[in-house]
């Protein structure tokens, strides 16, 4: 699935960013009047192959769930249970994501792939989905798609193996293929994970080459000691592992989250079907990396939701050569900057869809 996936990842057609920046200068306004939307509303024709591309919509957003071998060197003052407890949450439409998502008129779907603790809704955590597949921005929708329970602890051992990181990067693309046949017209990422910027700081260096400081954030908030403590970690993960940016399936592996996995592929999906994926923070760009890594076009399909307040995502975005659509000093995941950025997305489309040409509209042009 991952070879073939891979293979259909074509690069962003010229000939229809050609023709979005032509339909520009020919709109009632100032050329380049509308800044960064307009090269975005152009990168999107360019995914789509067509002027103007499809309006983003309807969304979903994926939220994938996992947990951290590495909370147990302490990296995170939050219990382990609450990432259970937040798929609950999740569920009963009670968190930050949900409201955002009601208000953009987003579907969510929860996907579970490494949970260590049995989630209430499902005690048995048999592989399954709850509730079909459906864009219905009023129900939170379930899946159960667990590789493992939580990944090793990646200071002592690889947090996955090859196997488990190729199981977890393939649920992402059976998301995004789920997802898209549904309808949906652009892909939020979403995450949830206690400890997991712990290892999106290890990816983050492991793709940039920069320092394991400059990788790390304070996640939900540590103290000074926790975050020096954290960042020494970090810097210990990769002396044990040195992995390999040359070879993404080995470094989601070695120190990587499941999480992070099945998110790198529901982006390698969503471009494989040339669909937008509007990325959310440090956890979502440290799959980005891994994405970019396996076919470097997925990023042509990859829009930056916002600036996380993780130094980390800074360097990601750097690196991948995107620009985030909003900066609001967000550090939350689970999807919330993705969304906020959602009506920008749309509004640069609409554009190119809605607003007259000066010859149309008989207005003279300088």
Not at 51 to 61: R, S, W, Y
Not at 299 to 327: K, Y
Request: one cysteine or more; charged letters at 15%; aromatic letters at 2%.
């Amino acid at each position: 699935m991952l070879e073939t996936t891979i293979a259909a990842i074509r690069p962003a057609d010229e000939a229809a960013m050609a023709a979005a920046r032509e339909l520009h200068g020919r709109l009632t306004k100032p050329a380049g009047s509308l800044g960064a939307l307009e090269e975005l509303s152009v990168r999107l024709a360019g995914l789509a192959g067509a002027c103007p591309p499809p309006l983003p919509e309807p969304a979903a957003v994926a939220i994938f769930a996992g947990d951290h071998g590495v909370h147990a060197q302490g990296v995170s003052p939050w219990p382990q249970e609450v990432t259970a407890q937040m798929i609950a949450n999740f569920l009963a439409g009670g968190a930050v994501v949900n409201a955002f998502a009601r208000q953009a008129g987003a579907s969510v779907t929860v996907v579970d792939v490494g949970v260590a603790t049995p989630l209430p809704t499902d005690p048995v955590a048999e592989p399954a989905v709850v509730g079909p597949a459906v864009l219905d921005p009023a129900v939170p929708r379930l899946v159960v798609a667990s590789v493992r329970r939580g990944t090793r602890d990646l200071t002592v051992t690889a947090a996955l193996t090859r196997d488990e990181a190729l199981a977890a990067v393939q649920t992402g693309i059976r998301i995004a293929d789920e997802l898209i046949d549904a309808g949906a017209g652009i892909l939020l990422t979403g995450d949830m994970g206690i400890g997991n910027t712990t290892p999106a700081a290890v990816l983050i260096a492991a793709f940039t080459g920069v320092d394991a400081l400059d990788a790390t954030g304070r996640g939900t908030g540590v103290d000074d000691p926790t975050y020096a403590h954290k960042v020494a970690v970090v810097r210990a993960a990769l002396a044990r592992h040195t992995p390999d940016p040359a070879d993404p399936l080995g470094v989601l592996a070695a120190v990587g989250g499941l999480e992070h996995a099945a998110l790198a592929g529901l982006i390698l999906g969503a471009a494989a079907r040339r669909t937008p994926v509007l990325l959310d923070g440090v956890i979502a760009v440290s799959a980005a990396l891994a994405a970019a890594a396996f076919a470097p076009g997925a990023v042509s399909a990859m829009v930056a939701g916002h600036r996380s307040a993780e130094p980390g995502a800074t360097a990601a975005l750097r690196h991948l050569g995107l620009d985030p659509l909003i900066d609001l000093g967000l550090r939350l995941g689970e999807g919330t900057g993705a969304l906020l950025a959602l009506p920008v997305v749309t509004g640069a489309v609409r554009v190119l869809h809605e607003v007259a040409t000066f010859d149309s509209a008989g207005v003279a042009e300088k």
